[in-house]
């Protein structure tokens, strides 16, 4: 199956910096999602994202299908911004949504 | 709006008992997902239900059943409980929403352990 591997694992920000997350992914794919996990469990979908950028406020992402990666940017940090974030993708068809998961990377932001 | 509703929140089973986890969606989503995550791990599919009336294996479907019992619900059982089963569960649904992308949203999510 197809494996994701997300780098950096761990990344501590003061209140106010940039991050750059990084997701690649094995083969091709027509669903590619991230999403960030918050201290409580919960987990929020982020982006859909299997090409192209798109942006949401602080937060953007970029995914370059033909290379096989994503990126997500996280501009001027807020400890709200700290949790698990996880990129996740799925195939064509009938596996469109079944998603295959990164093992994340923890961001811990500081005030 | 609930979204999707997960229950129990938290259980402790003894190993050999079975549980059902319950799952249910009010979306109108035709797609549900279980999965499961471990500490220091991503999650990881156990069963999925494309449409209402299928379901099928995702990567780690050993131990485990699942039902479609319509649209909205989708429960997954385990028929007899073991340490390597402690987990956190999550239920999701998902809905192919044309231009705007997919929408993929979880449940809060069942802390249980198997002692």
Request: net charge neutral; proline share 4%; hydrophobic share 30%.
């Amino acid at each position: 199956g197809i494996q994701v591997e997300q780098s950096p694992p761990d990344l501590i920000l003061q209140e106010g910096a940039n991050s750059t997350l990084r997701c690649n992914f094995s083969d091709s794919v027509n669903n590619l999602q991230w999403f960030h996990q918050n201290p409580w469990g919960q987990l929020i979908n982020l982006f859909y994202i299997p090409s192209g950028t798109k942006q949401n406020g602080r937060l953007s992402a970029t995914t370059v299908a033909t290379e096989r990666y994503s990126l997500l940017y996280i501009s001027s940090s807020q400890t709200t911004d700290s949790g698990v974030y996880f990129c996740a993708v799925g195939g064509g068809g009938t596996s469109y949504g079944k998603l295959t998961f990164g093992q994340g990377t923890i961001l811990t932001v500081h005030p | 709006n609930a979204g999707v509703t997960q229950t129990p929140k938290f259980q402790v089973l003894k190993t050999g008992q079975s549980m059902t986890l319950q799952c249910a969606q009010d979306m109108n989503h035709n797609s549900m997902y279980w999965y499961r995550q471990d500490p220091g791990m991503g999650l990881r599919l156990i069963y999925y239900s494309a449409s209402e009336g299928t379901t099928d294996k995702g990567e780690v479907p050993n131990g485990y059943n699942v039902s479609r019992l319509n649209k909205r619900e989708f429960s997954l059982r385990l028929e007899s409980a073991a340490p390597s089963q402690t987990s956190v569960y999550f239920c999701a649904s998902s809905e192919a929403l044309g231009r705007q992308g997919y929408g993929y949203t979880f449940g809060s999510g069942t802390r249980l352990t198997v002692v």
